[in-house]
């Protein structure tokens, strides 16, 4: 598996009057757009959000580092004290 195409991007969105950061990958969610999707959550994750939601519902591919990707995401909310919400 490769690097997204260039016509499949990363969509962080920030719902600020919630205070929910969401994420939503679009395309195919492998290893390399995992580690960029947690890297853009660490640039993006401020002290307001009270919640995060990975919203995958626009992937057309997840291999086990999509996987890996989810649980980092819930720890990181946890040791936050950051509700985490898991779509599709």
Known sequence: M??????????????????RLVLQPVGELDYFSARDLLDALKRHLAAYHTQ?????TSLSFCDSSGVSLASSIGSLAADRGIAFELRR
């Open 52 to 56: 995060i939601v990975l919203d995958l």
């Open 2 to 19: 490769s690097s997204r195409d260039d016509n499949e991007t990363m969509i962080l969105a920030d719902d600020v009057e919630r205070e």
